[in-house]
């Protein structure tokens, strides 16, 4: 079974800082792989899709890279801002079901 | 608008009244699902649905029901609902038979008394 594992936890940065979320998992026989952004107590908003064949994708401040053979990904934000506290959810696509990572909650301080 | 429809958006209600949480798209998309969201535990795949009358099981499908009669509709029925059902759930589909990029819907937070 596919097991994601997104560290850290929890995150807390000054405005304006560079950042790099991880997400990693265990089998990487996947489709493609989903960023997602998690307001409290809202849905989930579609950030980035990386189909197993790319190696990035951008959009905006934002830029997602997949290397499929280690099983890993990672979500940079560029000069973060107060608007983009949220939790970031990684979600692995290996066949008929999105595997999800517990998420980073990450406060982003003026 | 393209969206993902969940109603209703909160629920309380008693131990063993069923109860239908509905979930509709005006995508024409083929694939659909339900996932649960609890503390700690991340998001769950509950059911899915590959296309009308094509449903299979998630990672934790007990205690539910689904149906996909129409394409665009896929109800999640809680026969005998439980406290341990308390949980935030998520409704999303994607265009193709399986999720190639998947849309959610708002979530419906459901607590069983």
């Known amino acids: 079974k596919q097991e994601v594992t997104q560290i850290p936890a929890a995150l807390s940065v000054p405005e304006g800082e560079n950042l790099v979320l991880n997400c990693s998992f265990t089998?990487?026989?996947?489709?493609?792989l989903q960023w997602f952004r998690q307001d409290p107590g809202k849905g989930l908003t579609s950030l980035l899709l990386?189909?197993?064949?790319?190696r990035e994708q951008t959009s905006g401040r934002l830029n997602a890279s997949l290397d499929k053979s280690s099983g890993r990904s990672t979500l940079y934000i560029a000069a973060s801002q107060p608007g983009d506290s949220a939790t970031y959810l990684c979600?692995?696509?290996?066949?008929?079901?999105?595997?999800f990572g517990k998420g980073t909650s990450l406060l982003v301080t003026p | 608008e393209a969206q993902v429809t969940q109603n209703p958006r909160y629920l309380i209600t008693v131990t063993g009244k069923k109860l239908t949480v509905t979930c509709s798209q005006n995508?024409?998309?083929?694939?659909m699902s339900w996932y649960r969201q609890d503390p700690g535990l991340g998001l769950r795949q509950i059911y899915y649905?590959?296309?009308?009358?094509?449903?299979d099981k998630g990672d934790v499908p007990e205690g539910y029901k689904v149906s996909r009669k129409e394409k665009r509709n896929f109800p999640l029925i809680l026969e005998s609902p439980s406290p341990n059902q308390t949980s935030l759930y998520f409704c999303?589909?994607?265009?193709?038979?399986?999720?190639?990029?998947?849309?959610f819907g708002p979530g419906t937070r459901l607590t069983v008394t």
């Open positions: 999303a589909s994607s265009l193709a038979s399986f999720p190639i990029e998947q849309y």
């Open positions: 089998d990487s026989a996947i489709y493609n």
């Open positions: 990386i189909q197993s064949s790319q």
């Open positions: 979600a692995v696509n290996s066949g008929y079901a999105l595997n």
């Open positions: 995508m024409n998309h083929e694939y």
């Open positions: 649905s590959m296309n009308v009358e094509v449903t």
